[in-house]
């Protein structure tokens, strides 16, 4: 019987402006239900447009199809899906994944589907696994100084391979960002997990991202043949040629993000791909604002969050979040202190001045015995592997996360939190110090825990808060970090620093926004530093807000500024391509009958 089920779900493929009323009632009322649900229902009850449609249907009637074999104990012989899911933020990616989970769901193979993505949160945005924690990868050149490793433990790999055993179909959200190298380390530890000989153990794969979003921190993007030699020369090859094997492609275009400012939306079209008009150039000259602007700006935001008619006892509105994109760590922490420090010149009460934690330098995981002077260059840094080793904590002050404390509970790195509280041991004293005319309370020694609330979540199920403590709210702890820090001389040392993992939101780099919607942005000059910026740069910080009146740039946008920030050549040519085979895909759908 359930074989019948799966072909009518298979063959009942239509769009809802393809159905009557009644069969719409109809295919909604399945929907709700939950279970064996046909493409149609699912469809209808996420309310699909036309290229999300044909973008479902392609991936659920492969995995519908492998579902049917499976009963019947028959191999699949067709080529695996190999497909790229693309289009710019706010177009319904993520939507698509997320009607995928509720097809496998209803057919009882949640596990049938695997959703992965190379940052922290990207993969919380999406459900899903980081890709190196689902594979066992290591990053290359992580934060313990030990780079890529190909070595794997027997225990690990056999636990690889009873946890993908049951993997039908792999999503990998943020394809910009990664590189040729690491799409091919994907395919052989994914290989190598399902036992089967060919690329990704023959699983249906798909690439979901935008090629206009941030490129690879580290590489070069999937789509730009690799101009190494030797061996790294050589996985780069492979894994470009592994991309070229993506020959199905379905590219979204309805961007609901800035649905509300139609003339916004078509500003961020066209930087997107560098054409810029010379109107289009002057409404964001005209969006260069004064103090005056911010402010009002943040007076509309505060007047949003605030509850019309509070609840009794219901934890207090979190202070909204306008972050300024900044270019360079340099311009970042100068605007993290002055804003902690306005905060310190703000609070005068003792409990609310914002309190210096002092991280922790374990000598033993040290090569070499610090000195007291290397020590005191160390905590002067405002850095020490994405962490500040004397971090500012200011009560309720926007802060985020800058490691994976838990992806599972969607705490990872670039989780926005609001620490509330702070618990040090009972011996723990307190100094007066001035940073100017700011006052600030230096903690004699590390905090054990701190809470901080996580908009959105409740985390009553996982932990025991204390009396009168929201349940938005999660325990920080603190996390060891080790590599070499380059000090201000020029000088490395290996350190290992204990801290937590938090710094303030106030700043941030592009690097950091991409993924995010904000309800406003301030972004300041994206240019400069030590690394040289993305050419997407301006277009990733840009398209974060919905209205063109909550974008405010800090300085003007020069002529110069605009050229460098159109893509690249390379970028061009591969969107151009990849709409060709958008194209042919969306024509092939239409022709076949998808035989069941």
């Not at 924690?133 to 030990?146: F, V």
């Not at 002529?559 to 050549?569: G, I, Q």
Request: hydrophobic share 45%.
């Amino acid at each position: 019987m359930t074989v019948e089920l799966l072909a009518d779900a298979m063959r009942r493929r239509r769009r809802r402006d393809q159905l009557s009323g009644f069969e719409v009632l109809n295919a909604e009322d399945e929907f709700a239900a939950g279970t064996f649900l046909s493409l149609e229902a699912v469809s209808v009850g996420a309310c699909l447009n036309r290229r999300q449609h044909v973008a479902f249907c392609i991936i659920g009637h492969r995995l519908l199809f492998d579902f049917k074999n499976g009963l019947r104990g028959l191999a699949c012989d067709d080529e695996p899906l190999r497909m790229i899911l693309h289009g710019e933020g706010g177009t319904g990616k993520s939507r698509i994944l997320e009607c995928l989970t509720t097809l496998c769901k209803s057919w009882l193979k949640p596990q049938a589907l695997e959703l992965l993505a190379p940052t922290g949160i990207a993969a919380v945005c999406i459900g899903g696994r980081t890709v190196h924690l689902a594979t066992g990868m290591r990053p290359r050149g992580g934060g313990d100084g030990s780079g890529s490793s190909k070595h794997i433990s027997k225990a690990k790999k056999d636990q690889l391979i009873k946890e993908w055993a049951p993997c039908q179909l792999v999503a990998i959200d943020e394809m910009s960002m990664m590189d040729k190298e690491m799409l091919l380390d994907v395919s052989d530890r994914v290989e190598m997990a399902k036992k089967v000989k060919g690329s990704f153990g023959l699983m249906h794969v798909i690439l979901c991202g935008d090629f206009t979003q941030l490129p690879p921190v580290a590489g070069q993007p999937l789509y730009t043949v690799s101009k190494k030699a030797g061996v790294k020369g050589i996985a780069e090859l492979s894994g470009y040629n592994l991309y070229k094997t993506f020959d199905t492609v379905v590219i979204l275009t309805e961007n609901m993000r800035a649905v509300a400012d139609p003339q916004w939306k078509a500003v961020l079209c066209r930087m997107r791909v560098g054409a810029l008009t010379l109107s289009e150039s002057a409404l964001l000259s005209s969006l260069v604002g004064s103090s005056d602007r911010l402010r009002a700006i943040s007076e509309q935001l505060v007047a949003e969050q605030a509850p019309d008619a509070p609840e009794t006892g219901a934890p207090s509105a979190l202070p909204p979040l306008c972050p300024v994109n900044v270019g360079t760590k340099k311009e970042r922490y100068d605007i993290i202190w002055s804003v902690v420090a306005a905060a310190a010149r703000r609070n005068v009460d003792v409990h609310m001045r914002p309190v210096l934690i002092p991280g922790y330098l374990p000598a033993v995981r040290n090569r070499v015995q610090l000195t007291a002077s290397t020590v005191e260059e160390v905590f002067a840094l405002d850095d020490v592997h994405k962490m500040m080793p004397v971090p500012p904590v200011v009560h309720n002050m926007p802060y985020m996360v800058s490691h994976n404390v838990s992806v599972a509970l969607k705490v990872a790195n670039g989780t926005l939190c609001y620490p509330i509280l702070a618990q040090f041991s009972a011996s723990c004293t307190f100094a007066r110090r001035y940073i100017g005319d700011a006052v600030f309370e230096l903690a004699s020694e590390p905090a054990e825990l701190i809470w901080a609330r996580v908009p959105g979540q409740d985390f009553s199920a996982q932990f025991v808060h204390p009396a009168g403590m929201p349940v938005d709210a999660f325990p920080l702890l603190p996390i060891l970090g080790g590599g070499v820090v380059r000090l201000p001389g020029g000088r490395g040392v290996s350190v290992t620093l204990s801290q937590f993992p938090i710094t303030p939101a106030c700043a941030i780099t592009v690097h950091k926004v991409q993924g995010l919607t904000l309800l406003a942005a301030a972004i300041s000059r994206l240019r400069g530093g030590r690394t040289k910026s993305p050419k997407t740069g301006l277009y990733v910080a840009s398209s974060r807000t919905k209205l063109a009146m909550r974008t405010v740039f800090l300085h003007s946008l020069t002529p110069r500024d605009v050229v460098y920030f159109k893509p690249p050549v390379t970028l061009m040519n591969e969107l151009a391509r990849l709409e060709g085979l958008c194209t042919s895909t969306m024509a092939r759908f239409e022709e076949e009958s998808f035989a069941t």
